[in-house]
T-cell receptor, first 108, second 116 residues
Framework: GIQVEQSPPDLILQEGANSTLRCNFS?????LQWFHQNPWGQLINLFY???GTKQNGRLSATTVATERYSLLYISSSQTTDSGVYFC??????????FGKGTLLTVNP | KAGVTQTPRYLIKTRGQQVTLSCSPI?????VSWYQQTPGQGLQFLFE???????NKGNFPGRFSGRQFSNSRSEMNVSTLELGDSALYLC???????????????FGAGTRLSVL
C-alpha cells in the first residue's frame, strides 16, 4: 500500500512565527487531504488538494503530484494552531492512508 | 447542515464484551468509512461502506465488523473485546462516487473506547 511520511514529527514555535509541514507519499494519489486534530480528537478538514496550490487565510497548501509531496504552510501562527496535523492520501482504493502527523505547539 | 454524528462519545467496557458504535453521515453522503486511532499505530483504516455494501476493508481481525443501513447510517461492532482495542474510533462520510471522483472525507468527533 501507499506509504505516507510526514516531517517534522514535532515542531515548537513562538506565536507569530511561520512554519512548513511536509508530506511525502510513495505512489500516485487521487485524493490528498490535510487535517488538524484538535485536543478533543476531532479531525478538522483544512484542504482537499490532490494537486496545485490553495490558500485559506493564514494557511496554504501546495501539492506537487509528479514529485509525490505536499506542503502545508502556516503563517503568523497562533496558540490555537496547536495540535496534530495529518496528511492523508487515497490511491487505487477507497481508503485514506494517514501519515503519523506533525505535533505543533505554539507558545505565547 | 449537520456534520457527522458519532454515538456514544465515550464508552467503557471490559475484556470479552462486545460493543456497537454508531455513525450518522452528513445528509446526502452515501459513503461511510471507519478508522481506529491509537498512540502506537496511529490512524488506521477499518472499512468503508457505500450503498450498504462494504467496498474496502483494512487489516483487522474478524472481530471487527460493520454494516450500513439504507439511510446511510453505519454501525461498527467489535466482539470479544481485548485491551488493545482501546482507541479512538473515527467515522468519516463522503459523497462518494468512483475512485477518480472528488471525494472529500468529513470526520465525526469520534467514540473513545476504553477496555478494562
Amino acid at each position: 500500500g501507499i506509504q505516507v511520511e510526514q516531517s517534522p514529527p514535532d515542531l515548537i514555535l513562538q506565536e507569530g512565527a511561520n512554519s512548513t509541514l511536509r508530506c511525502n507519499f510513495s505512489d500516485s494519489v487521487n485524493n490528498l487531504q490535510w487535517f488538524h486534530q484538535n485536543p478533543w480528537g476531532q479531525l478538522i478538514n483544512l484542504f482537499y488538494i490532490p494537486s496545485g496550490t490553495k490558500q485559506n487565510g493564514r494557511l496554504s497548501a501546495t501539492t506537487v503530484a509528479t514529485e509525490r509531496y505536499s506542503l502545508l504552510y502556516i503563517s503568523s501562527s497562533q496558540t490555537t494552531d496547536s495540535g496534530v496535523y495529518f496528511c492523508a492520501v487515497r490511491g487505487s482504493n477507497y481508503k485514506l492512508t494517514f501519515g503519523k502527523g506533525t505535533l505543533l505547539t505554539v507558545n505565547p | 447542515k449537520a456534520g457527522v454524528t458519532q454515538t456514544p462519545r465515550y464508552l467503557i467496557k471490559t475484556r470479552g464484551q462486545q460493543v456497537t458504535l454508531s455513525c450518522s453521515p452528513i445528509s446526502g453522503h452515501r459513503s461511510v468509512s471507519w478508522y481506529q486511532q491509537t498512540p502506537g499505530q496511529g490512524l488506521q483504516f477499518l472499512f468503508e461502506y457505500f450503498s450498504e455494501t462494504q467496498r474496502n476493508k483494512g487489516n483487522f481481525p474478524g472481530r471487527f465488523s460493520g454494516r450500513q443501513f439504507s439511510n446511510s447510517r453505519s454501525e461498527m461492532n467489535v466482539s470479544t473485546l481485548e485491551l488493545g482495542d482501546s482507541a479512538l474510533y473515527l467515522c468519516a462520510s463522503s459523497l462518494a462516487g468512483g475512485l477518480l471522483a472528488k471525494n472529500i472525507q468529513y470526520f465525526g468527533a469520534g467514540t473513545r473506547l476504553s477496555v478494562l
